[in-house]
């Protein structure tokens, strides 16, 4: 009964010290030069405050980008959420850089976006991890094969290594280097790979001998931040799924037989 009381009262007590912000305060979520520059100046977000986009849902909408070459190119095409009700309640569940647009280029570019920094308050409880989830044991594949993680003679060689393959959620990239010479890092958006800036990474790796497990769907970005080595070609984008095709990559024909075949038999033509 003391354990009961003593979880409750420490879950009300990481409510009630949550913030909660009205973005832009009495003006809103609208297109003004620097106002939200100035508006998030000065404040401390925490995780498990929020914040609130109030506007007018018929004209503007509030995107959440990944990262801040989206955020300064007013670059939608990739978000990490899209927010559309014209009221809308965003609570700040993990710290680091988050950053939200208008999708209406227009309207980014003449001020309608946010950046803010979220800290952990030790004041404050750390939320519980999600529960784990259990993952398929996959495949381990070493980057760039033989070649490992180095500046490579061409500079496509990366991305004709990860195309040859299927990577599905539990398998894992093992990247082996010179860890004086180099180092991995996992960026987060489409635009920070194609200019290869590692300002914001989501992880760093650099023991020369690094693991890394695929526990997610979707695109992963890995770079090099040494200097002209990203830009000479050592950068490695790799698309996860979640399962594996009932077929094989073959052509569409080749998979029309190959169906017409299982279903009628080989001797159909």
């Given at each position: 009964m003391f354990t009961f009381v003593l979880v409750i009262t420490t879950f009300l007590l990481a409510c009630c010290s949550a913030?909660?912000?009205?973005?832009?305060?009495?003006?809103?979520?609208?297109?003004?030069?620097?106002?939200?520059?100035?508006?998030?100046?000065?404040?401390?977000?925490?995780?498990?405050?929020s914040l609130i986009f109030d506007y007018d849902r018929s004209?503007?909408?509030?995107?959440?980008?990944?990262?801040?070459?989206?955020?300064?190119?007013?670059?939608?095409?990739?978000p990490k959420a899209v927010y559309n009700t014209g009221h809308d309640t965003v609570t700040l569940t993990e710290p680091g850089y988050h950053y939200f647009v208008s999708s209406n280029r227009v309207r980014c570019s003449s001020g309608q976006r946010l950046d803010i920094l979220v800290v952990h308050d030790p004041s404050r409880p750390v939320p519980p991890p999600p529960p784990s989830k259990?993952?398929?044991i996959g495949k381990t594949y070493k980057v760039g094969g033989s070649k490992g993680w180095s500046v490579p003679?061409?500079?496509?060689?990366?991305?004709?290594?990860?195309?040859e393959k299927q990577f599905l959620v539990g398998d894992s990239l093992v990247f082996e280097y010179n860890e004086e010479a180099n180092d991995v890092l996992e960026i987060s958006g489409d635009l920070e790979f194609k200019y290869c800036d590692p300002t914001s990474p989501v992880a760093v790796h650099k023991t020369g001998?690094?693991?890394v497990t695929l526990t997610?769907?979707?695109v992963h970005y890995f770079i090099s931040s040494k200097t002209g080595h990203c830009e000479a070609g050592l950068k490695l984008r790799v698309v996860v799924e979640t399962t594996p095709d009932v077929l094989p990559k073959l052509p569409p024909l080749?998979?029309?037989?190959?169906?017409l075949r299982s279903v009628f038999g080989p001797h159909h033509h």
């Amino acid at each position: 009964m003391f354990t009961f009381v003593l979880v409750i009262t420490t879950f009300l007590l990481a409510c009630c010290s949550a913030t909660v912000y009205k973005v832009g305060d009495s003006g809103g979520w609208t297109a003004k030069e620097d106002v939200y520059y100035s508006w998030a100046e000065g404040k401390e977000f925490h995780v498990g405050d929020s914040l609130i986009f109030d506007y007018d849902r018929s004209v503007n909408d509030v995107t959440q980008v990944s990262g801040a070459l989206e955020y300064q190119f007013c670059d939608p095409s990739s978000p990490k959420a899209v927010y559309n009700t014209g009221h809308d309640t965003v609570t700040l569940t993990e710290p680091g850089y988050h950053y939200f647009v208008s999708s209406n280029r227009v309207r980014c570019s003449s001020g309608q976006r946010l950046d803010i920094l979220v800290v952990h308050d030790p004041s404050r409880p750390v939320p519980p991890p999600p529960p784990s989830k259990i993952l398929p044991i996959g495949k381990t594949y070493k980057v760039g094969g033989s070649k490992g993680w180095s500046v490579p003679q061409e500079s496509d060689l990366y991305s004709k290594w990860s195309e040859e393959k299927q990577f599905l959620v539990g398998d894992s990239l093992v990247f082996e280097y010179n860890e004086e010479a180099n180092d991995v890092l996992e960026i987060s958006g489409d635009l920070e790979f194609k200019y290869c800036d590692p300002t914001s990474p989501v992880a760093v790796h650099k023991t020369g001998h690094d693991l890394v497990t695929l526990t997610k769907p979707g695109v992963h970005y890995f770079i090099s931040s040494k200097t002209g080595h990203c830009e000479a070609g050592l950068k490695l984008r790799v698309v996860v799924e979640t399962t594996p095709d009932v077929l094989p990559k073959l052509p569409p024909l080749d998979r029309l037989t190959r169906w017409l075949r299982s279903v009628f038999g080989p001797h159909h033509h």
